[in-house]
Every structure is written in C-alpha cells, then in structure tokens.
C-alpha cells in the first residue's frame, strides 16, 4: 500500500472494514449494468482513470442505484488474493453511512469499504486526491459541493494515474458551472424510475435518457 493511501488510513476521520494526461481511453471502460445508458456512453460504460461527475437534485436520487452493478464488479475484482487486483472502494464524505448488509445483498463486499469522515471541503479534496493517487482504490466515490477549477483539475490529473472509478457526487446546483469532468450526468428521479441528461460525454452532444432502469 502506498505511502499516501497509508497516511489517509491514518487520519482520524477514517474508518475501514475488517479485512485486508489526456482523458481515458474510450476502450478503457466499465460496463455499468443499464442496457440505455452503455449504448449512449462512448466505450460503452463508465470511462476509468477520468473524472465523473453525478449531479443531484438531493442525495438519494438513484445515484447508488446507478453505480451498484458496476461497484459490485469491482468488488469482486477487489476481493481477489494479493497481486490480482485486491484494492479498496473507497467512499469519501458520504452523507449517510453505508449499512453492510444491503451492500452485501447488492454483491459489494463490506471489507473492501474503506470509508472516510470529512467535514472541511479542503478535508474532502485531500482525501480524494491521495486515495486516487495512491492506486490502491478500485473506485472512488466522493461528496463534494463546492470546488474551484484548479481543485477539480488536480482531481481529474489525480484520476488519471490508475484504472480507477472516480465519481464525484455533487449538487444539481453545481450544473451550470464549468467542470474538466469527462463525462457529467444529472439525475433526475422519475414515478418510474430515474431520467438521466447526458450534459457532457467525450465525442457526443447532450442527450437525455429515459428510464434508465427500465427495459
């Protein structure tokens, strides 16, 4: 485990289950489990070693939802014996902690959370900074307000050493503002299920998606 992930697992807002330069690569991509969303995604999936970000009318909107097939994935992935791939999904300032038998019942694997308490913003932009640097995270998910282009730049650069997950969850407000994310998704939760407006996606315009849980 690297130096950096090492002194985050130190800091006191940490806790960890028991148990051990240019955008991505379009072919470098994560399926994400819904059928419409990969057919609109470049690569078909979630880009790896990039930026996203979820855009939230509240949290709670789906967004879980969304990334549970491919966070089991990687858990899985992440649960191998050393040397193939056994690396944390980390989750960074969330608003309410996890419970462990829901994640377990959706296939992602307790033990593999590592979770971190921020409350500061620039706690926050620590935290993700190392934890995408450090290679030592199949995924990052991270809850973030408010963040100046220097700071998501660094986060994006960050991003870009490893084959890692990195998703930035923040406000619906933040959707006008400019950001160097690869791909930004607004959410918006329907009767049926959950809206998604592609804002912004390598090599294609907006576009909005119906239903993406759906058939």
Known sequence: MSGSIEALLQGAGVWRARGEAADADPQDCLATGWPKLDAALPGRGWPLGTLIELLLPETGAGELSLLR??????????????????????????????????????GIRPDRLLLVSAEKTADRLWAI????RSGSCAAVLAWLDAADDRWLRRLKLAAETGRTLAVLLRPARRRASASPASLRLALE??????????????????ARLRDVFGP
């Open 69 to 106: 097939p491919a966070l089991a994935a990687l858990a899985a992935l992440a649960a191998e014996p050393a040397g193939h791939g056994r690396r944390w999904l980390a989750w960074i300032a969330p608003p309410h902690a996890p419970y462990p038998p829901a994640l377990a019942q959706s």
């Open 129 to 132: 900074e190392q934890a995408l």
């Open 189 to 206: 939760p329907t009767p049926g299920g959950l809206d998604l407006w592609v804002l912004k996606s390598r090599g294609r315009g907006p």
